[in-house]
T-cell receptor, first 112, second 117 residues
Framework: NAGVTQTPKFQVLKTGQSMTLQCAQD?????MSWYRQDPGMGLRLIHY???????DQGEVPNGYNVSRSTTEDFPLRLLSAAPSQTSVYFC???????????FGSGTQLSVL | GENVEQHPSTLSVQEGDSAVIKCTYS??????FPWYKQELGKRPQLIID?????GEKKDQRIAVTLNKTAKHFSLHITETQPEDSAVYFC????????????????FGKGTHLIIQP
């Protein structure tokens, strides 16, 4: 099992550009989520999904879109990047019956 | 919603001494309390967790205690070693939300644990 795989590891964008952060898991987890991590702020939930075709907003959803067409994949889209979106992004997954979260290795995003 | 406060934000201890990190939560319905360790540049990883029907749980040098009445829980690391240096996050989960229609896990802001040689 590869676990939770995120790509890319690093990305630099200019203000206004769009991009997609990829997340895939091979553990057949129903639940997938995206967090952002900023210094002194801990981990804040952006969006989550409890299964294919179902997504919902977390604590800080503005500026981000998600979709869940398959159980394995949960991409995060930035439609028009802003400097405030400079952060480290983590994808995480788990089963619906167990709260233990498995994290991906993270994407460090800089928006200039 | 749930609010998790974590203290201290930075903790420096001598190698071999004990370290204690404390968290408080606001929602009395929360019943699952995990602790994650994040080494520099790495992903958070679960190190220990506790449910509300248990007051204490140990795993070798680490232990977690829970006081439901006071709504606080703590991570204890004994005989600290250099590899314990990391950021530690506590979290609380409300079973009403986990898995059903919302995310139940709320994280604290983290504690940077520094082990001095």
């Amino acid at each position: 099992n590869a676990g939770v795989t995120q790509t890319p590891k690093f990305q630099v964008l200019k203000t206004g550009q769009s991009m997609t952060l990829q997340c895939a898991q091979d553990m057949n987890h129903e639940y997938m989520s995206w967090y952002r991590q900023d210094p002194g702020m801990g981990l804040r939930l952006i969006h989550y999904s409890v299964g294919a075709g179902i997504t919902d907003q977390g604590e800080v959803p503005n500026g981000y879109n998600v979709s869940r067409s398959t159980t394995e994949d949960f991409p995060l889209r930035l439609l028009s990047a802003a400097p405030s979106q400079t952060s480290v992004y983590f994808c995480a997954s788990r089963t619906l019956r167990n709260e233990k979260l498995f994290f991906g290795s993270g994407t460090q995003l800089s928006v200039l | 919603g749930e609010n998790v406060e974590q203290h201290p934000s930075t903790l420096s201890v001598q190698e071999g001494d004990s370290a204690v990190i404390k968290c408080t939560y606001s929602d009395s319905a929360s019943n699952y309390f995990p602790w994650y360790k994040q080494e520099l540049g790495k992903r958070p990883q679960l190190i220990i967790d506790i449910r509300s029907n248990v007051g204490e749980k140990k795993d070798q040098r680490i232990a977690v205690t829970l006081n439901k009445t006071a709504k606080h829980f703590s991570l204890h690391i004994t005989e600290t070693q250099p590899e314990d240096s990391a950021v530690y996050f506590c979290a609380a989960s409300n079973p009403m939300y986990s898995g059903g229609g919302a995310d139940g896990l709320t994280f604290g802001k983290g504690t940077h644990l520094i082990i001095q040689p």
